[in-house]
């Protein structure tokens, strides 16, 4: 499976951006997938989760009410809409297959795209 990530970007606090990533070689419909994140000096951390069908998901608390996963099997795409943006946020965000939705490990991994908020 390949995953490729895009829609990073320059933005300042208080505002929006939607990532995109996009699967390929596999079977996109049969995958959870998660959105995880990596600020400088700092470990890769969960963002968002959803289970193949998209009824199901996972946010950290950090992103709670800001933050929406979702996915479109048509497409082969999973989004993260980012809404109320803060400069903590900034990090290169990855998209990820996961074991499952919930806490399984990572098994494929985008190459990231980067997130920067401005105060």
């Known amino acids: 499976v390949q995953l490729q990530a895009s829609g990073g970007g320059l933005v300042q606090a208080g505002g929006s951006l939607r990532l995109s990533c996009v699967a390929s070689g596999g079977t996109f419909s049969n995958y959870a997938m998660g959105w995880f994140r990596q600020a400088p000096g700092k470990e890769r951390e969960s963002v968002a989760r959803?289970?193949?069908?998209?009824?199901?998901?996972v946010y950290a608390n950090f992103v709670k009410g800001r933050f929406t996963i979702s996915r479109d099997n048509a497409k082969n795409t999973v989004y993260l809409q980012m809404n109320s943006l803060k400069p903590e946020d900034t990090a290169v965000y990855y998209c990820?297959?996961?074991?499952?939705?919930?806490?399984?490990?990572?098994?494929?991994w985008g190459q990231g795209t980067l997130v920067t908020v401005s105060s």
């Open positions: 959803i289970n193949w069908s998209g009824i199901n998901t």
């Open positions: 990820a297959v996961t074991e499952d939705y919930t806490y399984g490990r990572p098994t494929h």
